[in-house]
C-alpha cells in the first residue's frame, strides 16, 4: 500500500512571508520520508477552515513543489472542472509534467464550491451539465495526450485544433474524485487511472463503491484491475508516532477490502517531526500490505 501527502491548508506560523519555505521543507521532508505522492486542493477559497483564510493557486504551488522534489506524484485533488477551460487546463497539468520528469497526476472532478465560483466570477452550472461538461474534459485529455492534434467537436468544448506540444513526457495517471454510483464511478471505469473514495464512509459502504465500479468495468469492457483504489484518510500520527498503530491497523482493514492507496491530510504538517514519525513508524508497515487483487 501507499501513502501520498495532501496540504488542504497553509496556515502556518510565519504568515505569507514564511509560507515559501515551510512548505518546502513540507515537501523535502515527505518525500524523504517516503511518501509516493504530493497532492494539493484545487480551490481559491479556503474551505478547511475560515474562507479567508490562506489558500493556494493548486497549479502554481505545484510547480513549487516540482522544484522542491525528485521523485514524488504530484496533482491537484481534485480539479473543478468549471475552473478551467479544459485545453488550458491540460496544457498546465503537461506542463507540470515536462518539468517534474514526468510525475504529474490529473485529478479531476465534477466541481461543487458554489461560493468560490460566484466569489470570482467563474460560472457555475447545474450539477447535470457539470457532469457533462467533466466527460468532454477527460475526452479532451485523452485527445491531447495523443497523436492526435485535430478538432475536438462537444456539447460544451469546441477546440479548433488539440496542439499540445512539448507533449507530456509520460502521460499523466488519470484520478476522478467523488463516489456517486452512476455517474462519477462509470466515468472512473471509462476514462481514468484511478479512482478516490472518503475513508469516512466507512469500510461497507467503500465495499459497495467498489463493486458498483466493478460493475461498470464489466460493462465499459474495462479490467477492473487496471484501476488504482485510493481512499481520502486524515491522518494524526502525532509528533512522536504516539498513534501509529491505530493508523496502521485502520489501513491493514482497507487494503483487505482492495484499496491500494491512501491520500491525505496529516494533522500538524508543519511540525516536521510528524511527518518523520509517518516516515518511521506508518509507511514502512503499509507497504508490506498487499490490496486483495479483484477483491
Not at 514526468?102 to 451539465?129: C, N, Q, S, T
Request: proline letters at 5%; hydrophobic letters at 40%; a negative charge.
Amino acid at each position: 500500500m501507499k501513502i501520498g501527502l495532501q496540504i488542504p491548508n497553509f496556515t502556518w506560523p510565519g504568515g505569507p512571508s514564511q509560507l515559501a519555505p515551510t512548505l518546502g521543507r513540507i515537501a523535502r521532508t515527505a518525500e524523504d520520508a517516503g511518501l509516493d505522492s504530493i497532492w494539493v486542493m484545487d480551490h481559491f477559497f479556503q474551505i478547511m477552515g475560515a474562507a479567508d483564510q490562506e489558500m493556494m493557486e493548486s497549479y502554481t504551488t505545484l510547480g513549487f513543489l516540482a522544484g522542491q522534489t525528485s521523485r514524488v506524484g504530484l496533482g491537484a485533488l481534485v480539479t473543478g472542472v468549471t475552473y478551467r477551460h479544459p485545453g488550458i487546463l491540460i496544457k498546465e497539468v503537461t506542463t507540470l509534467d515536462v518539468l517534474s520528469g514526468g510525475r504529474a497526476w490529473l485529478g479531476i472532478g465534477a466541481a461543487w464550491f458554489d461560493r468560490e465560483h460566484e466569489g470570482l466570477g467563474v460560472p457555475f452550472p447545474p450539477l447535470k451539465e457539470r457532469f457533462e461538461r467533466l466527460e468532454e474534459a477527460l475526452k479532451i485529455a485523452k485527445q491531447m495526450w495523443s497523436n492526435e492534434n485535430g478538432p475536438f467537436e462537444g456539447k460544451h468544448y469546441k477546440l479548433a485544433e488539440t496542439l499540445n506540444v512539448p507533449q507530456a513526457l509520460k502521460r499523466p495517471r488519470i484520478l476522478i474524485g467523488g463516489t456517486g454510483e452512476k455517474k462519477t464511478l462509470r466515468l472512473v471505469a471509462k476514462y481514468a487511472d484511478a479512482c478516490n473514495i472518503f475513508d469516512h464512509i466507512g469500510l461497507p459502504a467503500i465495499e459497495q463503491k467498489l463493486a458498483t465500479l466493478r460493475e461498470h468495468c464489466e460493462r465499459e469492457g474495462r479490467d477492473y484491475n487496471e484501476i488504482e483504489k485510493t481512499v481520502y484518510s486524515i491522518m494524526a500520527p502525532g509528533p512522536n508516532g504516539e498513534n501509529a498503530a491505530q493508523i496502521v491497523d485502520r489501513f491493514g482493514k482497507l487494503s483487505e477490502i482492495g484499496v491500494q492507496a491512501v491520500i491525505g491530510a496529516v494533522v500538524g504538517v508543519d511540525n516536521l517531526t510528524t511527518l518523520e514519525a509517518m516516515g518511521r513508524d506508518v509507511i514502512p508497515q503499509v507497504a508490506k500490505f498487499d490490496a486483495k487483487v479483484g477483491v
